[in-house]
């Protein structure tokens, strides 16, 4: 049953140098083609949308769209789902790109949650991400949604960036709270392949914080928010209570979804499958096929929903993974018996969760599930 | 069928020949030149290196069995021949495999390149041959390589082995120029085996392998009589009888064939499923008729290097057994006998005939065994004089060596390296020597402008990176060849490695002296270097007796999380994981400490640079 869509727009106006997600620069008129695609693609895949309760717009930058191209996109998401009965919907946004007109055009399309790209409110750090916006913009775009009384918001930020410091990470985390979002996205900067940043890092015109600071960073992170009221739900995700991200929980509970456009992955009748890669390859896939190429992925479900359960901070569902794998986690991954006495985990009738210990070293405790 | 007149005729008609060269003259691409034209092998089936069967020799490059064909070829003279060819690998470690191919052979081509000249292995490869008595045609191959230089080679194959060089056939197996010319030389010059059909069966061993469903297949050459279908046969060494259930020849296929008759090269099978009764250099005999005596076998092998192999999961010991019986079927040169760690717990202690030995063994027991194995520091075999001076022990495994208040002195085996390379690295060269302990023992110029070198060295220097190093600092021009010359007393002693503040009897090394507390740091460092960090920070010592003389420490793992994982993260995830796993098979747990296989042969990368 898919209980989740995401909808992937590959477009930017500038290449941020840590991101590694499927993007492009594309004109004005290969954007319209795009849309089209996922038009195309949404009502093809209509009949398996029924059950869906979230709908996510990701990227790229959905919010650089042209009002009529994202228009587009809102009335195509609105055929093929039925709006009024999701629990969530989200979109992703540039602070630079919000504005009365933005609020008002997602709002009339039933869109009720809004994920902000901020990354920091330190201009020499925004600048090292390859980011164009302020901080200033970041506080007009928040005063803008409150203005608008839209204040469900999640922020999203990147932490243990060259040459930062503790103390700019706690004046982050204060900027944060500051602004009144539901939610908060705290992540440790990850130099992916063949990104800008990791380019930098080969040539050696880069100093990474250290790992001693990195994880001191993380651990301010996992101090400072609970302290201001945002509970810590999955290792880089925190939210006042009721306002953890349904659609991202999709993922970490290991449920079904289907991801539309370039790219986009899905997770559907015990399938795993993604998009064509690239834009050229996904139009030619969608005029062929009516679908973005549903390419197959390997996958192995129980060890998966493992992985990413281990994820929340309620930590593996062992009643869950029960009645799904009809295997109890802990038999089948003696492992974590180890991982208890080292004190990586906690383990009970319910749930095995990691500790403080673990969350820090989880990849090591992820190792007894292979 | 078996009419003794027809089948002496057919004898004086067979040919059974190898192909000899250092590595990479073009042994192999002529030999597909010789298939090609005696039409075994359709044009649709041919590719490169067509004997080169394993996947492990096609992917290298190089060639490791022997393998034999049998071919027919029209003679310029009207009548038709029947070729035996067999293959032979051209790396120093698999000499043996090239002395007994030559064993069931009567001539052999030598192969020189136009353009590199005589090589080490050359050398050894001919004195092998002249050994065997075999008559040699020699082919001076590559001639359309602009820096041949045929005229030298001539002077060359006169002055340094004494072969009429004027009777050498220039050729180019890649063109396919002279091939005729070769196998028309094979015709006149190789004698048609020698051997009765009438007297009684005498088969060699020469190698052998294993088929799930027929057993062990001997591939032989008769010497004398004729085996076939039915006849009931002995194993000389080994006194097991068997009956013939089939006889054939390779094409390179496998093919059947009525009978095989003496001067005939190919293989039988017998249901044989005691592995153990087939020993490869064993003559065949008829049960009901036996030969008085065996044909001569092999030399007894020395492994040049020895090294432990133990499974990473203990439940797998009984499968190493198998896996290792059946491999040592196609490999008689593999040698092993149980030994236990305390590290690692139950396994083998196997000799090798060197490094790339070593390599080839443990990627064959993973590919065609799947078996998932853990190799120890690899050592060289030591003679350990007691200080009652009557008691020697011999020694290769470190963790073995006795307590040092009984050792008098160690002797450590000493080889003769013979070394060709062109005059202008003879500097390079020496102080390489030197800096392996050896000594110098002769220098002779084979032409005016190449040199052979001649060294006394330590084994256990040649062994381990000294190949390398020759290559590296001579831009790959100098070859290399080496023999044991017996033992020398050496001021070596046991380092030991602890881990956490335990010995790890695995990584032991016996290190002399001198080199002790250079050894000592390097290798603390390459183990950190390879070690992956765990929770705890573990101290990494190495120490000669009691006394650390070497120290450094794998920090703990502090943070180590994945900050983002979504939908389209879950495959890049799960996929490194499972690589992670791939890598985790061959690491093995030592108390707390998971070490990874490299650890075990960082012995042999302590001179690189970090």
Redesign the interface.
């Known amino acids: 049953m898919i209980q989740g869509l995401?909808v992937h727009i590959p477009f930017c106006r500038s290449i941020c140098t840590y991101c590694d997600?499927p993007k492009t620069v594309a004109s004005a008129s290969a954007r319209a083609d795009y849309v089209r695609a996922i038009a195309t693609e949404l009502s093809a895949s209509r009949s398996d949308l029924a059950d869906v309760e979230t709908v996510y717009i990701g990227g790229g930058t959905p919010s650089m769209l042209a009002p009529d191209d994202l228009e587009a996109v809102l009335l195509a998401v609105e055929a093929a789902v039925d709006v009024g009965r999701l629990k969530e919907y989200t979109i992703e946004a540039n602070p630079g790109d919000v504005d009365r007109d933005f609020v008002r055009l997602i709002r009339a399309h039933g869109i009720d949650r809004v994920s902000l790209g901020v990354q920091s409110g330190h201009s020499r750090l925004l600048a090292l991400m390859g980011r164009t916006h302020t901080k200033a913009d970041v506080e007009r775009a928040v005063a803008t949604f409150h203005e608008q009384r839209f204040y469900n918001l999640n922020l999203d930020f990147i932490h243990s960036l060259p040459t930062e410091t503790v103390a700019e990470l706690e004046e982050d985390l204060d900027f944060a709270c500051r602004l009144q979002p539901t939610h908060l996205s705290f992540?440790?900067?990850?130099l992916e392949p063949k990104t800008i940043l990791w380019y930098e890092k080969k040539e050696g015109r880069l100093v990474l914080p250290d790992?001693?600071t990195?994880?001191r960073m993380?651990e301010t992170v996992l101090r400072v928010l609970p302290e201001r009221g945002y509970r810590r739900y999955e290792?880089?995700n925190f939210a006042i209570g009721g306002f953890e991200s349904r659609h991202?929980l999709l993922?970490w509970n290991a449920r079904e979804?289907l991801?539309v456009g370039m790219?986009?992955?899905?997770?559907a009748s015990g399938r795993?499958f993604?998009n064509a890669p690239t834009y050229a390859k996904y139009l030619a896939a969608v005029r062929s096929t009516g679908f973005g190429g549903r390419i197959e992925?390997?996958?192995?479900l129980l060890?998966?929903a493992c992985?990413?359960g281990l994820?929340k901070a309620s930590g593996i569902d062992r009643g869950d993974i029960w009645r799904r794998f009809q295997t109890d986690v802990v038999r089948r991954y003696p492992r974590l018996l180890q991982n208890e006495t080292?004190g990586?985990v906690a383990i009970d009738d319910r749930s095995v969760r990691l500790t403080d210990r673990g969350?820090?070293?989880?990849?090591?405790v992820?190792?007894s599930?292979? | 069928m078996l009419d003794k007149k027809a089948l002496q005729e057919r004898q004086k008609h067979i040919r059974n020949f190898s192909i000899i060269a250092h590595i990479d003259h073009g042994k192999s691409t002529l030999a597909d030149r010789i298939l090609q034209l005696c039409d075994a092998v359709p044009e649709r089936e041919m590719k490169n290196q067509l004997l080169d069967s394993m996947d492990l020799e096609r992917e290298r490059g190089i060639t490791i069995k022997l393998n034999s064909v049998e071919l027919q070829y029209k003679s310029r003279d009207g009548q038709d021949y029947i070729f035996h060819l067999i293959d032979t690998p051209g790396h120093v470690d698999f000499t043996y495999e090239v002395s007994r191919s030559l064993a069931a052979c009567d001539g052999a081509i030598l192969v020189v390149d136009a353009s590199q000249g005589i090589e080490a292995q050359t050398l050894a490869n001919v004195y092998l041959a002249l050994d065997n008595d075999l008559e040699i045609v020699s082919v001076i191959n590559k001639i359309d390589l602009p820096s041949a230089d045929v005229e030298k080679v001539r002077h060359e194959l006169e002055d340094t082995i004494g072969l009429d060089g004027q009777a050498a056939i220039p050729a180019s197996a890649k063109l396919g120029i002279g091939i005729v010319e070769i196998l028309e030389a094979v015709v006149k010059n190789v004698p048609a085996p020698s051997g009765s059909v009438e007297a009684p069966l005498q088969c060699l061993i020469f190698d052998s392998y294993y088929d799930t469903y027929r057993g062990v297949v001997p591939l032989v050459r008769v010497v004398n009589g004729v085996i076939k279908k039915g006849d009931r046969i002995r194993m000389m060494a080994t006194m097991a009888e068997y009956e013939v259930m089939e006889t054939g020849v390779f094409t390179p296929k496998e093919e059947s064939r009525p009978f095989l008759s003496a001067g005939d090269v190919g293989w039988f099978t017998a249901q044989i499923k005691m592995i153990e009764t087939v020993h490869v250099g064993d003559t065949v005999t008829a049960a009901a008729n036996p030969a008085a005596a065996p044909l001569p076998g092999y030399r007894k092998l020395t492994p040049m290097v020895y090294c432990g192999i133990y499974p990473v999961d203990a439940d797998d010991y009984q499968d190493l057994k198998d896996a290792l019986e059946k491999l040592k079927l196609s490999d008689a040169s593999l040698q092993y006998e149980p030994e236990t760690s305390q590290a690692l717990g139950f396994g083998f202690r196997i000799g090798f005939l060197g490094l790339l030995h070593m390599e080839i063994f443990q990627e064959r027991m993973e590919r065609e065994f799947d078996m998932n194995i853990i190799a120890t520091a690899p050592s060289v075999g030591y003679r350990v004089v007691l200080t009652d001076m009557k008691t020697v022990v011999e020694v290769d495994n470190p963790a073995a060596l006795p307590d040092p208040g009984r050792i008098h002195h160690i002797e450590e085996p000493y080889v003769k390296a013979t070394i060709i390379t062109p005059s202008d690295y003879v500097g390079n060269i020496m102080e390489l020597c030197q800096y392996k302990r050896g000594a110098f023992k002769d220098m002779q110029y084979i032409s005016a402008s190449r040199v052979e070198l001649t060294y006394d060295m330590p084994l256990a220097e040649i062994i381990f990176d000294f190949f390398d190093k020759l290559k590296s600092s001579t831009k790959g021009y100098a070859s290399l060849d080496y023999e044991l010359a017996g033992y020398k007393e050496s001021k070596l002693s046991k380092m030991d490695i602890l881990l956490n503040g335990e010995p790890v009897d695995a990584l032991a090394i016996i290190v002399h002296s001198d080199f002790a507390y250079d050894r000592g740091s390097r290798m603390c460092v390459k183990l950190k270097e390879l070690i992956p960090r765990q929770?705890f920070e573990i101290p990494v010592q190495a120490a000669l007796g009691s006394k650390v003389i070497a120290r450094t420490n794998i920090k703990a793992?502090?943070?180590?999380?994945?900050?983002?994982?979504?939908?389209?993260d879950?495959?890049r995830?799960?996929k490194l994981?499972?690589k992670?796993?791939e890598g985790?098979k061959r690491m093995k747990a030592v108390g707390s400490v998971e070490i990874p296989q490299e650890a075990f042969m960082a012995v042999l990368r302590l001179d690189d640079e970090n």
Not at chain 1, 263 to 267: E, G, K, L, N, R
Not at chain 2, 557 to 564: E, H
């Open positions: 995401y997600f992540y440790t900067l990850i790992e001693e990195e994880a993380f290792v880089s991202n993922y979804y991801g790219a986009a992955h899905s997770q795993r993604h992925d390997p996958c192995d060890q998966e992985v990413m994820r080292e990586l969350l820090i070293v989880m990849n090591y992820e190792r599930f292979v | 929770l793992m502090r943070k180590d999380v994945l900050a983002k994982c979504y939908g389209g879950i495959s995830k799960m994981l499972n992670q796993k985790k």
